[in-house]
DNA sequence: ATGCGCTGTATTATTATATGATACCTGCGT
DNA sequence: ACGCAGGTATCATATAATAATACAGCGCAT
């Protein structure tokens, strides 16, 4: 079927098996066979297979009446896993509770993931939006405040290539596309070491980041505190918030 | 190899690429190849082809200079999903980041895995060991404050065969194994609708839990409140944590 | 330096095993 | 009562996973 990847240690069984899994997302939260089969694009027998299989390995929930697939709870034993295998997580998550605590507001361990922020950790501190208070959500790098602080930790070609290449999607109405105005926010929080962005991802949500570096001054991740435009200006955000954040990313 | 399951709708290979994922865990966080076929019991080559074949699916990253295996990203994607498709982290995060302002303790929502509970969303307030603050853990149901009040609303044969069988396993030298004063402590859950435990998966940590019931009683979730005992007694629980863990529990 | 052992990588013949077409069954809506 | 959609079960076929084997790289001890 797929005519790539012809390799004979790729085991395209299990690729099938993984797409089923991937399957699931924000606007499909359990699917049935033919669902599946259609947006996986695999043969209908196979998903039957597949999903059957997943199953029987506690890897899909079946509701007995409907018969619909619903991602089970080893999903999250995957991501406790996950937490444990990451260094970071377990050095930053004492400092991320203090800061939510000193705060009262949202504060987040975001990772670079190609292209992308993949939220990590998240402690939400005030009511929001549901996708911004589970860990795992992942958004476009270059227009987040994360993203920002993180490229700008790079080299100069690199950088240069990461505003270049990088996909970017518009999430809100304000959501910065403009490559020429993300290089020049980049450009600054290499200066100032930090990166504020409004109406990114969500409306009113204001995002502030502090890049988490290695010794080699290079960086792949950041700790992040989402607040709201209605509460907080920026020159509140500056000294109320961002003295905080930037001590506890330079621990790190 | 395994002689079982040789019904033709069951896909082995899918089932051996879930073992190496499910290879890694607390103590295993990176897993060279000859490390994986050693937990997994599969064929060095196998493991070499299943790995391989996870790792450009971008399942698992691999470390150039060393070549060990480890979970990547997508295993907290995954959870993403899932917590999407769980109905009731959505219902429940506004209650439970609400719960953990108002009380600024560590705040739980947990749900019955088969005989364990899984911690599904945590939000910790202060500091605690790492195993205590990330989701996705799971600990045996019936030694603990969320199981026990769950087991709770039971009818009284699934309750007698939930204390009679599901299995238990000391995690502190005061972790409750037998299973008489079990079956007093979930009875008494009965009775007061909620459920105290002490030192049973941590030294020092005190657990508090309210069911989360279904329309007709039954239930499989709840919320659960950790709190350090050098902090707090069970009188000062009672009148400060537990109303509003009540309520919280039953406005779900 | 030299050789040994360990771990990861690549290749191959063999056949076990995934495949997908097909037929059957069930429940729902008309 | 009927048709249809979605789920289930069966089976012949050849694809694709298997495991044995050989090769390469690295560290360690002699």
Redo the contacts between chains.
Sequence with gaps: MTEI?QN???????????RI??A???TH??LSLTGLAQITGLDKSSV???A???H??G?LDKDPVTRRY????A????????????PL??RA??KL??L??RL?ETVNLA?L?GDRI?Y??R?????TV?AA??????VPALPTSAGQVIIATFPPEERAAAIRDWHVKAHTRHTTIDRKTLAKQIEEAAKTGHAITTDQMILGEIGIACAICTPDGQSRAAIQCSVSSHHWDKARIRSEILPWLMDAANTL
């Design positions: 990847k004979t240690l790729f085991v395209s069984t299990l690729a099938k098996g993984l899994l991937q699931f997302d924000e939260t359990s039957q297979r597949l059957n299989t997943l029987l390995e890897m619903r991602p089970s709870h999903w999250l034993s995957l991501a406790y896993s996950y937490f444990w295998s990451d997580v377990a998550m004492p509770i203090d939510s605590q009262g990772e993931s993949i990590v950790t402690l939400p501190c005030t009511r549901f208070s589970v860990p795992g959500r992942t």
